[in-house]
């Protein structure tokens, strides 16, 4: 093995800087892809060992963010799939809207009512996105990540035309899932006040 030249340390320290802007993003996609928070936190550190190892291999101008992506999802799936039984069925126990109410200030943490509704809101999109197959809610959090198919076909590692399927698939699910759940939410009509005059 060739020792590492200081060109080489420049680079990683460089990138490195630059990746943990992106801390946050990489560790709420690795939630939803290990529903554990401790795994989270590991897939995240071994992701950023990976990058820093493969610096030279990254091209400067391109697409930090969806590089890295594409190196914690190639992480996920040999570290972490293989392990899972059933990758569809669970849910997350680290995202629950009411750890975060010290540090959220768009919405009234006081108003009880409208922390449950948050909380119960949060929970069916929750559900929804967990009833995804791993792909199609990767594909999804990467469109809400502001990748292009070009970009999430190069994490996923499959041409554009599968990423537009998946995610035409996927919204459509999401889609039927969470209008079902604001059929069965909606509160019925209010009934009329009685005009019988009082005797």
Known sequence: ??????????????LGREALAYADTLHNLARYLTRNATDAEDLVQETYT???RAAAQFTPGTNLKAWLFRILRNTFISLYRRQR?????????TVNPSQHDATDGGWLRGDLELEHLRTVVGEE????????SEEARTVVLLDLEGLSEHEVASVMGCPVGTVKSRLSRARLALRHQLAD?????????????STKPSS
Do not use: F, H, N
């Open 125 to 132: 999109i929750e559900r929804a996105l967990m009833s995804l």
């Open 85 to 93: 039984r059933d990758p569809i069925v669970g849910g997350l126990d």
């Open 1 to 14: 093995m060739s020792p590492v030249t200081g060109e080489q340390r420049w680079q990683a320290a460089e």
């Open 181 to 193: 759940y604001g059929r069965t939410k909606t509160p019925g009509p209010t009934a009329p006040c």
């Open 50 to 52: 990976r990058a820093l």
